[in-house]
C-alpha cells in the first residue's frame, strides 16, 4: 500500500486533486467528510460536543448548528482545543479504519486540510502539497460560495506555504487552468505513485 498525505490551504485545489487521483485508481479518504460523519445525529461525537457546549449548539431538527457551534468557538482558543480534542481523534480513528480496510496494493490518498498543523506528515509514504497564489484562491472560494471576508479570515488561521513546503515532497502548483493541474497529477502518478508502487 501507497500513502498519500495531501494537503494544502483552504481554496488551493486539494479536492480537484483527490478527484484526478481518484479518476487514476486512488482510493480517496476526505478528512472533511469525515469530520462531518463522526458528528451526525445519534453519533457519541456529537454527544461530546452537546456534554461539551451545551444544547444551543443543535438545530431544532437535532442536527449539528455549525453556525452555532462556530460562534461559540470563534475567538476563544480554549474552546477550540476542547472541540478540536473531541473531532480529531474521532477523524483520525475512522480515516485509519477506511485505510485498514484498504486492498494491500491500494494507493491510499488521504485529503488532510490541517496535515501540517495537527503534525500528520510522518504518517504518510508520500506529502503532496497543492499550491496557489493567496489572491486566485480567494477569487475561487468566492466562486465556491464563500465571502471573499471568510476566505481571507480562514487563510489566516491555516499553516503558511512555507510551512506545507517544509514537508512536501512534491508541490503541485496550481495557478494555472484545470489541464496544467491535471498534467502535473499524471506526472506525479508516473514519477512518483508506479514507481513506489513497484
Ligand atoms: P480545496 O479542496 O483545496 O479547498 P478545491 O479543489 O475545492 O480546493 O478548489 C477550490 C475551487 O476552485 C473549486 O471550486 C474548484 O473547482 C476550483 N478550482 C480548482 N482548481 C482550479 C483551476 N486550476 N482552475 C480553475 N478553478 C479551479
Known sequence: ML?????????????TVAALL???G???????????????PGTPGLAAVVEAFGPDVLTA?????????????FGDPAARARLDGIVHPLVRARAAQLVAAAPDDSVVV???????????????????VVEADPETRVRRLVGRGLSAEDARARMASQATDEQRRAVADVVLDNDGDQEALAAQVDRFWVDQVEPARS
Open 61 to 73: 431538527d437535532g442536527s449539528l448548528d455549525r453556525a452555532a457551534l462556530a460562534a461559540v468557538v
Open 3 to 15: 500513502k498519500i498525505g495531501l494537503t494544502g490551504g483552504i481554496g488551493s485545489g486539494k479536492s
Open 22 to 24: 481518484a479518476e487514476r
Open 110 to 128: 488521504q485529503d488532510v486540510p490541517l496535515l501540517v498543523e495537527t503534525g500528520q506528515a510522518g504518517a504518510h509514504d508520500l506529502v503532496l
Open 26 to 40: 486512488a482510493l480517496v479518504v476526505d478528512a472533511d467528510r469525515i469530520a462531518r460523519e463522526v458528528v451526525e
